[in-house]
């Protein structure tokens, strides 16, 4: 009618009522479009594995389909497509930061044993029996954030000490004591050589392990750092008893190489001689055996000592 009035050049007539009626069918049918989204978006997500959801772009989503289902809210009379429409979205919204809790990786089948605890239902999320998110949306877990927001920590804190348990292994793996051989006039004497690296890998050590035991996740793993500590203070024991060595059969084969020394205090040289054999032995065993962590046994501080 609009167009055969711009033809004829008349003006066109007012219409006010069939605008209010055009502009409200065109709210509803925007309406009905966001609500068409949303059973759309909503399928798809519920169906999607849990690690596979992307908790930022649903959380975008949501916050776009709100604005439009508000716009519709502030133009309608109150409508009960609306009302429903804005419900499931603020469910949608409160369950992501759940979502996001559930999606951390550090989770393992203790952790979810109590998640599924909190949620009254056995639940799993592994590589071979993958969790959907509508499993989740299923379980009203809005109202259980808080608790399952602290098994996620907890699950991160303990997988760091986990963490740290397994750099040390790494660490020591390698660390090895170094014999160098000093050529004397008479003969070749094999010595320790500097023990600085090993004394920095202990000293980081012992603070990883004691701030391990300090936490208040070191439940889990607290055997195995206090294994830990055991080794450490076995290694700390072998480097004192071999620093001790070191400094008194240097000085004390220095005394007994003067010959007139030697006649005069022929018993002590005698038994210094024992103890020198022994210690050379010793060194030779670390030589063919260099890894700090596996030398540093009981037996051998003693026989040290």
């Known amino acids: 009618y609009d167009s055969y009035e711009d033809i004829l050049a008349c003006g066109r007539t007012p219409s006010t009522e069939l605008d209010e009626v055009q502009a409200e069918v065109g709210h509803r049918l925007k309406l009905w479009e966001t609500a068409h989204q949303w059973l759309g978006e909503c399928y798809k997500w519920m169906r999607t594995p849990l690690q596979e959801v992307n908790a930022a772009g649903v959380l975008k989503r949501v916050a776009e389909l709100r604005s439009e289902a508000h716009v519709a809210q502030e133009a309608l009379e109150p409508n009960p497509v609306v009302e429903e429409l804005q419900l499931h979205l603020t469910l949608m919204q409160?369950?992501?930061?759940?979502?996001?809790?559930?999606?951390?990786?550090?989770?393992?089948?203790?952790?979810?044993?109590?998640?599924?605890?909190?949620?009254?239902?056995?639940?799993?999320?592994?590589?071979?029996?993958?969790?959907?998110?509508?499993?989740?949306?299923?379980?009203?877990?809005?109202?259980?954030?808080?608790?399952?927001?602290?098994?996620?920590?907890?699950?991160?804190?303990?997988?760091?000490?986990?963490?740290?348990?397994?750099?040390?292994?790494?660490?020591?793996?390698?660390?090895?004591?170094?014999?160098?051989?000093?050529?004397?006039?008479?003969?070749?004497?094999?010595?320790?050589?500097?023990?600085?690296?090993?004394?920095?890998?202990?000293?980081?050590?012992?603070?990883?392990?004691?701030?391990?035991?300090?936490?208040?996740?070191?439940?889990?793993?607290?055997?195995?750092?206090?294994?830990?500590?055991?080794?450490?203070?076995?290694?700390?024991?072998?480097?004192?008893e071999l620093e001790v060595m070191q400094k008194q059969g240097s000085y004390l084969g220095q005394v007994f190489a003067v010959t007139d020394i030697q006649k005069q205090l022929l018993s002590e040289a005698n038994r210094f001689a024992i103890v020198d054999n022994t210690w050379k032995t010793l060194l030779t065993d670390l030589q063919s055996s260099p890894n700090v962590l596996r030398a540093a046994t009981p037996a051998l501080v003693e026989r040290l000592r």
């Not at 592994?126 to 608790?147: C, H, K, N």
């Not at 690296?197 to 607290?222: K, N, P």
Request: charged share 25%; glycine share 2%.
């Open 94 to 240: 409160d369950i992501m930061p759940v979502v996001v809790a559930l999606q951390n990786k550090d989770l393992k089948a203790r952790h979810w044993q109590s998640v599924s605890e909190i949620f009254q239902s056995q639940l799993e999320n592994t590589p071979s029996q993958s969790l959907l998110m509508g499993s989740i949306a299923e379980l009203d877990v809005g109202r259980f954030y808080g608790d399952i927001q602290a098994i996620s920590i907890r699950a991160t804190q303990e997988n760091f000490i986990e963490c740290a348990l397994a750099d040390l292994e790494k660490q020591w793996e390698t660390m090895e004591f170094t014999i160098v051989i000093v050529e004397t006039e008479k003969r070749e004497v094999p010595t320790l050589g500097p023990t600085d690296a090993i004394e920095a890998q202990l000293e980081d050590s012992l603070v990883a392990v004691s701030m391990a035991l300090s936490s208040r996740y070191a439940q889990v793993h607290f055997q195995a750092a206090s294994d830990w500590q055991h080794r450490l203070k076995a290694v700390r024991n072998l480097l004192d």
